[in-house]
């Protein structure tokens, strides 16, 4: 008889956990010291991991396997109470602090983030990106909303009819220039803001967008401050909110909707630091238009960095479950051994062609999900100064900044969402059946996920107004010798790549593809060439008809950037033994990532030829899955997400997929609870009369020969 630590069995049992403490033992690095890169610095990453601990030993914020079988109502319940948790942590925390303890929540309660967000982030942010400095310490400071206290913001921005297309939104702010006031009205059910988070029970105030309406003239979209509830939490005249109702995911967050029915708000509750309304209703409009968008930059970092966190957790899932699992014997294993073991999971090549790319995915993008927080803060940064000193030149400067940086975000958020989405799907099918269990977290993942692929409206919508302004940049430099600058300076390479040079291959075989620089290139050639093909079709006929390759340019402009500063960060990094287990990922995820799923753009462009094309599957792909094979659970350590973090029993730390997974659905679900609640209407089904007896023996022969007299 065999004795395991949990129970006695006759016989010997599968022991996933030798196999992962066996592996982890064989790793050539310390995992701590690469969640150093991973996190930008030794500081950074200790800090997350003290955040991680406070977390997992608060007794509110604490979350396990029962979080899978709440109920809607019990979720908004517990989502509550952990907003007035947190804010807590707010009062003493510094904002990069608690920005990092937000970001952590995100991995294993994203609807508390959210809704803490949507007040901290996108309510305050409008405030800040379109308020003057003293509408901004009134609203966030004097009344305590930066301390989640005083009142509750939302963003008014979505509507029923309209999402993605913000400048058409059609709520309505018009000055009434006798009162001082502006009258915000929804004109019809199509102008219901919809999608507000916070709206249906939570928010005192919402940063709303409508169109600003002066003596009958429109001058477009614009953000006023309107009050939905008042110190009471009761509902102010004219304002009717509602919940959405169910959605797929994200249940602890309270979306809703407003109408607003001819509400009055003085002139000041406008926002007005660049579109300025005054006492006489004389209009003072921004320099760019965009600028009023501001305030979704924020969300697209948190999204960018969600993404990494996201792929870190549901690859780190499912190559821990691939480690422990066996199944059948591979051609690893000598068919004349009866001994063998069934061979691993994470051992057929297949299964590392699956699930590599997202380990590797994960720690490109929190590269450049590190570069997309400075670079916004700096931009941000610059602008603030130069309109609190009046400076022109220097709001014109940071005005282009932020022409490149909407470019940048706006292809990382889309892209990065878009993988994390694939890979959370991904994850799940490469477990098997266990993946579709509820309580190894993967189907609340993918349906709390997504809603960032359509957040800020749909992500293709997104991926044509990125893609847009490259294609118009490679018309200007082609027509008027324009000079690109910023992160898509290499635009100005066109001429080199296009015309005489429209033949150039850039990778041209397995060696050309394992350099990770010229996969760099290649993109930048594939982008150029890309932009120029699309440039004779919006010449001759717009656009519109150029959606799908404006789309793939964005997903490509995003995949350069995240590449090139993941190699960028490794060149810099300061320990040199890392570097080549770094180096790996990056070729994985230009072979993977980039390159095989974009395989017919670069033969298409001429920038892959078909021997590299052939390379790449038969040879590249194979030999850098199997370079990766024996650090992966160094690799997936290294992420230092926590069990509580992680949440989902066969992924735990100690690889013991089986009794944990076992011991979860037992205390979740109590085998002594033999019947459930409509046990009687199985029971009454099962144990009725028969047919005849029902029937009264009615139709019995002995009844025939009594009616047949």
Not at 114 to 120: E, K, P, Q, S
Not at 154 to 176: K, Q, R, Y
Not at 465 to 487: Q, R, T, Y
Not at 583 to 600: E, F, H, M, Q, R
């Amino acid at each position: 008889m065999v004795s395991t630590a949990k129970n006695v069995s006759l016989s010997q049992g599968p022991d996933p956990r030798t196999s992962i403490q066996k592996e982890r033992a064989e790793q050539k690095f310390n995992p701590q010291e690469l969640q150093y890169f991973l996190e930008g610095s030794k500081e950074r990453a200790e800090l997350i991991k003290a955040l991680t601990q406070q977390m997992e030993r608060d007794p509110v914020l604490w979350t396990d396997g029962s979080y899978y079988d709440l109920s809607k109502e019990q979720i908004r319940e517990f989502t509550a109470l952990k907003i007035n948790r947190i804010s807590r942590y707010l009062e003493t925390d510094s904002i990069d602090v608690f920005n990092r303890r937000l970001s952590l929540v995100g991995v294993f309660d994203p609807a508390v983030s959210t809704r803490i967000g949507v007040n901290l982030g996108l309510f305050i942010s409008c405030v800040r990106g379109n308020g003057t400095y003293e509408q901004l310490k009134y609203w966030a400071l004097d009344k305590e909303t930066a301390q989640i206290k005083g009142i509750y913001g939302c963003f008014g921005m979505t509507e029923l009819a309209h999402g993605s297309n913000v400048a058409g939104i059609e709520t309505t702010a018009t000055f009434d220039r006798e009162n001082d006031e502006f009258i915000i009205n929804t004109p019809h059910i199509g102008a219901t803001k919809w999608w507000i988070g916070g709206a249906a029970h939570s928010a005192t105030h919402c940063a709303t967008y409508a169109r600003l309406i002066v003596d009958g003239e429109d001058y477009g979209v614009k953000t006023f401050v309107v009050p939905l509830r008042d110190s009471n939490h009761d509902i102010m005249p004219g304002i009717t909110v509602g919940d959405i109702g169910a959605k797929m995911g994200r249940d602890g967050i309270d979306n809703g909707w407003i109408q607003y029915s001819s509400v009055r708000i003085p002139r000041f509750f406008m926002l007005q630091r660049f579109c300025k309304v005054d006492r006489n209703g004389e209009v003072i409009l921004p320099p760019l238009e965009q600028l009023s968008y501001s305030a979704l930059l924020g969300g697209r970092v948190m999204m960018v960095s969600d993404s990494y966190r996201m792929l870190a957790r549901v690859s780190t899932i499912a190559l821990r479950y691939a480690i422990g699992r066996r199944q059948f014997r591979g051609d690893d294993v000598d068919p004349d051994d009866e001994e063998a073991l069934e061979t691993q999971l994470l051992n057929y090549p297949l299964h590392q062609k699956r699930l590599f790319p997202y380990l590797a995915a994960a720690y490109v993008v929190s590269a450049g999900a590190l570069k997309i927080e400075k670079n916004i803060e700096e931009v941000l940064a610059e602008l603030d100064d130069a309109v609190d000193d009046n400076d022109d030149a220097g709001i014109m400067k940071a005005i282009d900044a932020m022409k490149s940086l909407f470019i940048d975000s706006g292809s990382l958020k889309s892209t990065c969402t878009w993988l994390a989405a694939e890979g959370i799907d991904q994850c799940r099918q490469a477990c098997g059946g266990h993946g579709y269990s509820a309580y190894n977290g993967f189907g609340k993942a993918y349906n709390d996920w997504v809603v960032q692929c359509t957040w800020e409206g749909d992500n293709n919508v997104l991926g044509i107004n990125i893609g847009k302004p490259l294609v118009k940049h490679v018309i200007a430099i082609e027509d008027d010798g324009k000079i690109v600058k910023g992160s898509s300076d290499f635009l100005n390479q066109l001429k080199e790549y296009t015309g005489k040079g429209a033949d150039k291959v850039v990778l041209n075989d397995a060696s050309d593809i394992e350099d990770v620089k010229k996969v760099i290139k290649a993109i930048e050639v594939a982008i150029i060439r890309a932009c120029y093909e699309s440039g004779k079709v919006v010449r001759e006929k717009g656009f519109d008809f150029v959606g799908a390759e404006l789309v793939i340019i964005s997903k490509l402009k995003a995949h350069h950037y995240l590449l090139s500063e993941f190699v960028r960060r490794v060149d810099e990094f300061d320990q040199a033994d890392k570097k080549p287990f770094l180096y790996t990922l990056a070729t994985l995820y230009g072979a993977t990532i980039v390159l095989d799923k974009y395989n017919g753009v670069f033969l298409a462009f001429g920038v892959l030829s078909t021997k590299g094309a052939s390379d790449l599957a038969s040879k590249v792909i194979p030999k850098v899955c199997a370079e990766v094979r024996p650090n992966v659970v160094g690799l997936t350590d290294a992420f230092q997400q926590s069990d509580m973090m992680i949440n989902a029993p066969i992924g735990r730390f100690d690889g013991d997929i089986y009794e944990n997974y076992f011991d979860l659905v037992k205390i979740l679900n109590p085998p002594a609870k033999t019947k459930a609640p409509y046990s009687a209407a199985l029971e009454a089904m099962l144990n009725r009369p028969s047919l005849s007896e029902r029937e009264r023996f009615e139709k019995s022969l002995e009844t025939g020969e009594i009616l047949s007299k």
